[in-house]
């Protein structure tokens, strides 16, 4: 019996322990300068979550891109490309703060875009 329990906790932390996606908040208007080419300006999670007042200029401004690779610029400003605008349809999700914003343990977290 209590082989088969152990058996069932270490699938369930493999199954756990996999691989999360990084969700980055991105700025759609900012435009790459200096030595980075492309991509979407990181900015702080809380443009991207649904307590920021957005004003009509901002509407479609800030929203979550999943994976890709992130580049800094020599002045510091972080830049995404690579990745998509569609979340996957599974896996967990933690934004680049380091976030759960879907899967983990407790059930699911909340995704926005």
Known sequence: MKIG????LSLTLVACSSKSTIAYCVDRRA????DVQGGYKV????F???TYSYTDTDY??????YGGKRTTDSSGTSFVSGG??????R???KSSSGKTLRGGFGGSGRSGG
């Not at 435009?31 to 200096?34: F, L, Q, R, S, V």
């Open 84 to 89: 998509s605008h569609y979340a996957p349809s």
């Open 60 to 65: 479609g401004r800030y929203f979550w891109y």
């Open 43 to 46: 900015v702080p999670d809380f």
């Open 91 to 93: 896996g967990k999700i």
């Open 31 to 34: 435009i790459p300068t200096g």
């Open 5 to 8: 329990m152990v058996s069932a």
């Open 48 to 50: 991207c979550e649904r």
